[in-house]
């Protein structure tokens, strides 16, 4: 069972570039989201979606696009990187609240540092 | 909008002591679930604890405990016999209905224990 799979785990980008932050999972849950870190200000919801072909933004989804043609597969894309999305992204996924019962938490990716020079 | 506040951005504890971090949240629903991760170091989000909303009893998890006080949106997490590898960020989070389901979290607590 490998959980929640996210690559890569490091990348540079030059300003204006565009990548993909990939995540799966194998769990069949419903519910994944994409996290950034940065310093004092915890993990800051990007985007999130509730099943394959629903998504939605969060708190800060302004740079980034995200679909989820699948329930295993939920990437994350940065159009035109900027210096500001120099981060720490996490991928999470977990049951919705009331399917997974008492066992109910978010699994998490390893996370990938993203240095925008 | 955050609406999971940590109003402790560090803690210190010595070891074998007892500290509480504390997290409050907003909500108008009934169904949700509050979390509390640990991440040390390595980067890792490690699930310390868990909380349904519509359980009065407070979850506890050998050295780690709740106060889950709902009427006032607290959800405070209690470290007995702190370890040194205790050391790490925590950061509270609230699974919460807002018409779609989602997880947000606080800003976190960095927590040292030292000998």
């Known amino acids: 069972n490998a959980g929640v799979t996210q690559t890569p785990k490091f990348q540079v980008l030059k300003t204006g570039q565009s990548m993909t932050l990939q995540c799966a999972q194998d769990?069949?849950?419903?519910?994944m989201s994409w996290y950034r870190q940065d310093p004092g200000m915890g993990l800051r919801l990007i985007h999130y979606?509730?099943?394959?072909?629903?998504?939605d933004q969060g708190e800060v989804p302004n740079g980034y696009n995200v679909s989820r043609s699948t329930t295993e597969d939920f990437p994350l894309r940065l159009l035109s990187a900027a210096p500001s999305q120099t981060s720490v992204y996490f991928c999470?996924?977990?049951?919705?609240?009331?399917?997974?019962?008492?066992?109910?938490?978010?699994?998490f990716g390893q996370g990938t540092r993203l240095t925008v020079v | 909008a955050q609406t999971v506040t940590q109003s402790q951005p560090e803690m210190s504890v010595q070891e074998a002591e007892t500290v509480t971090l504390s997290c409050t949240y907003d909500t108008s629903e009934n169904n949700y679930y509050l979390f509390w991760y640990k991440q040390p170091p390595s980067r890792q989000m490690i699930l310390v604890i868990r909380?349904?909303?519509?359980?009065?009893q407070n979850a506890t998890e050998n050295r780690f405990s709740v106060n889950f006080q709902k009427a006032a949106k607290s959800f405070s997490l209690k470290i007995s016999d702190s370890q040194l590898g205790d050391t790490a960020m925590y950061f509270c989070a609230f699974f919460m209905n807002t018409g779609f389901q989602k997880l947000v979290f606080g800003t976190g607590t960095r927590l040292l224990v030292s000998p």
């Open positions: 909380q349904e909303a519509y359980k009065q």
């Open positions: 999470a996924s977990s049951y919705l609240v009331g399917r997974g019962g008492g066992n109910t938490e978010a699994f």
């Open positions: 979606s509730v099943g394959a072909g629903i998504t």
């Open positions: 769990m069949n849950h419903e519910y």
